[in-house]
């Protein structure tokens, strides 16, 4: 992230707009206090410092400000102060302030030409790439918990170890690379499929709703890892049968439809109006629900309905990360998505 041309390109106008603030004050300061005579002018400037970087260290409270101009900021209060408390050992302080202007200039100047034309790494794309692997990851669990957990031929045996389970984790962790991604894309200028204005804030809405259904899934995935040798489901194979297939049927739908929303972001390509996988996800956790409170046979077995209830808030999560995704889709402008050539129908009129 450091080396990123939004990373580059945020440092270095910051440092060179800070250095240009910072010298202009600090030359107007010391101007200033020059009509205090030689025993008020140290006074004088040592009031401006104080108040020039208490101000400007409050300022970085502000989440706004220590989010983007933090750097800045910094800058700002080492160049007022070396500029201001130089005016007693250099005698042009004109030329003094023109020179370390000049050299942030060029340094800056150089950074960005070679982070840009030469090797170019973008936050933006960076960004864009976590989210749907972010998607792709959600999409990974549910799978294993579908062929794993809740398949015809599967044996719960050893989960601790199955690398499914523990996949969540990375999207739980991925919130302080999201921000800064997201900052320093902002900074950056329109290059491959990032057009200007870029929705890059709906990028961290995505990101939120991904790790709160990670957060539903470590709760589902210690749930399965606690119950895998309980011999409470065996007690009745009937019910064990219903909810797995009711399991089966949301956490299969439901990848389905994370990994179509992956794609639909690594292409940039507007999902299709009409979700089936969706749909259905949707409507096995209803039909879950409305069992659930009918059936006394699960009100009695809670460990088993327990997962099922997971799963059917994981679904209402996918929900709206679906629509999220559709939100980012249009803020974007997607392309529209190529249609394939649909079947000739020929009628043999008699």
């Known amino acids: 992230m450091e080396f990123t041309v939004g990373a580059t390109l945020s440092k270095g106008l910051n440092r060179a707009l800070a250095t240009l603030v910072g010298g202009s004050l600090a030359v107007g300061a010391?101007?200033?206090?020059?009509?205090?005579?030689?025993k008020g002018e140290p006074i004088l400037l040592a009031v401006f410092i104080f108040i020039a970087a208490s101000a400007a260290t409050f300022s970085r409270?502000?989440?706004?400000?220590?989010?983007?101009y933090d750097y800045g900021v910094l800058i700002f209060i080492l160049t007022f102060a070396?500029?201001?408390v130089s005016s007693y050992r250099v005698e042009d302080l004109i030329e003094f302030a023109h020179e370390r202007v000049t050299t942030i200039a060029v340094g800056v100047a150089t950074c960005l030409f070679t982070t840009v034309f030469v090797f170019p790494v973008w936050a933006g794309e960076d960004l864009h790439n976590l989210a749907a692997g972010n998607l792709d990851k959600?999409?990974?669990?549910?799978?294993g918990m579908e062929s794993e957990c809740f398949g015809e031929t599967s044996s719960c045996?050893?989960?601790?170890?199955?690398?499914?389970l523990h996949v969540?984790?990375?999207?739980l962790n991925s919130k302080v690379r999201e921000d800064s991604l997201s900052t320093f894309a902002r900074w950056e200028p329109i290059h491959g499929k990032f057009g200007f204005r870029h929705p890059w804030k709906q990028y961290q809405e995505l990101g939120t709703l991904c790790r709160q259904c990670a957060s539903s899934m470590e709760a589902l995935a210690s749930c399965v890892i606690i119950l895998k040798g309980s011999q409470y489901p065996e007690a009745n194979p009937e019910l064990c049968l219903r909810t797995g297939a009711a399991c089966a049927a949301m956490s299969s739908h439901s990848a389905r439809v994370l990994r179509g929303l992956s794609l639909t972001v690594r292409t940039m390509t507007a999902p299709s109006p009409a979700n089936g996988d969706m749909s259905a996800a949707t409507?096995?956790?209803?039909?879950?629900g409305t069992e659930f409170s009918e059936d006394g046979a699960l009100l009695q077995a809670m460990h088993v309905a327990v997962v099922a209830s997971l799963l059917s808030d994981i679904v209402a999560q996918i929900e709206?990360?679906?629509?999220?995704?559709?939100?980012?889709?249009?803020l974007a402008c997607f392309k529209k998505p190529e249609r394939s050539p649909s079947a000739v129908v020929i009628n043999i009129e008699d």
């Open 30 to 38: 010391h101007l200033v206090a020059q009509l205090g005579g030689e």
């Open 157 to 164: 045996e050893n989960l601790e170890g199955k690398a499914f």
């Open 61 to 68: 409270f502000i989440p706004e400000v220590k989010a983007r």
């Open 168 to 171: 969540y984790k990375s999207v």
């Open 320 to 330: 709206r990360i679906t629509e999220s995704t559709n939100d980012l889709a249009r």
């Open 82 to 84: 070396m500029v201001a």
């Open 283 to 288: 409507k096995a956790a209803s039909d879950f």
């Open 138 to 143: 959600l999409a990974e669990f549910l799978e």
